[in-house]
């Protein structure tokens, strides 16, 4: 098995679930995640934002806003609903995730882009329909105000990883507090949020990047990458608070605090503009964490390989 930033397009969009988490281990933190939000005005306009983004360097793309019951990426060639995920890798040749959100539908309070939708909930029966989409892996989180807690996210997580756990990679966790006051600064992710995702079925676990949330330090989100290792486990620090739109010194700052920490996967969200990150922001990021070389080898290979 190769690392996963030497992996080609091709190769990439076949991986299963067990050597997905091995080549994202032995890439030894130097795996650039980018996530995009479909449902937006892409910011090429006739381009989808996924493409954009794995232009510009990403390894991994994460769907936001995806509606599995309704699905639509703006911009993608046409094509049935069923068949929205599979268009979308044969177009970026990248693995491809989304977010699902436990909530209580009846009393979730946001509205506007951020209001959920029946096809974004963390189902069992939304799981397993994504996964025949094609979607590689699942991120339960939440979206800000919809009122995510952490104790839902295993509930869920409980429930879809006795369904779909052996077939598909679990990530699970929060970059800030999704509308939850009382989980907010270090009470977003604590020691034991990790092991109760560990436990309910998460493979990898998703916190803040050091520097997006108050009080969340490198040293703390270190602590937590370290233990979710120790489980044997895989780390996510996620920049979900629109720095992902902040000038090139603060993403370089952020990056190389993330890659202090351990973690084995970098994430940019999806509110640079509203959709994605700031492209030139993603290749930043992606040469902070691994240099020029490799950023350009993934810019640059054809899709063809």
């Known amino acids: 098995m190769k690392r996963l930033l030497d992996l080609t397009p091709q190769e990439l969009v076949n991986l299963d679930k067990e050597n997905l988490i091995k080549a994202i ?32 360097g990403a390894d991994i793309i ?17 094509c049935s609903a069923k068949d929205t995920v599979r268009m979308l890798k044969r177009l970026i040749g990248r693995p491809v995730g989304i977010n699902l959100e436990p909530v209580d539908m009846e009393a979730i309070k946001s509205d506007g882009i951020w209001k959920m939708s029946a096809g974004r909930c963390a189902s069992v029966e939304n799981a397993l329909l994504s996964m025949e989409m094609g979607v590689d892996f699942i991120v339960l989180t939440g979206n800000p105000g919809n009122g995510v807690s952490n104790a839902a996210i295993a509930s869920s997580l409980r429930k ?11 990530v699970a966790g929060k970059m800030h507090a999704s ?45 937590l990458v370290s233990h979710v290792h120790e ?15 902040s000038d090139a010194d603060t993403i370089r700052r952020i990056a190389l605090e993330c890659k202090m920490t351990g973690t084995d996967v970098h994430h940019l969200g999806d509110s640079g503009y509203l959709g994605m990150a700031l492209a030139e922001n993603i290749t930043t990021y992606s040469t902070a964490i691994r240099g020029i070389r490799h950023t350009w080898h993934r810019m640059a290979q054809s899709l063809a390989r």
Do not use: C, H, W
């Open 25 to 56: 281990a032995m890439s030894e933190g130097r795996v650039m995640a980018a996530e995009t939000i479909g449902i937006t005005q892409p910011v090429l306009t006739d381009v989808t934002n996924a493409e954009l983004a794995s232009a510009m």
């Open 62 to 78: 994460i769907l936001n806003l995806f509606d599995v019951l309704s699905p639509r990426i703006n911009a993608l060639p046409e």
């Open 160 to 170: 879809i990883s006795k369904e779909t756990g052996n077939r598909m990679m679990l």
């Open 179 to 223: 509308g939850v006051l009382g989980e907010s600064g270090e009470r977003i992710i604590t020691k034991d949020d990790t092991d109760l995702f560990i436990d309910s079925g998460a493979d990898m676990i998703l916190m803040p990047a050091p520097g997006t949330v108050p009080g969340i330090t490198t040293e703390y989100i270190r602590s």
């Open 231 to 245: 489980r044997g486990k895989l780390a996510i620090t996620s920049v979900g608070t629109s720095q992902e739109g």
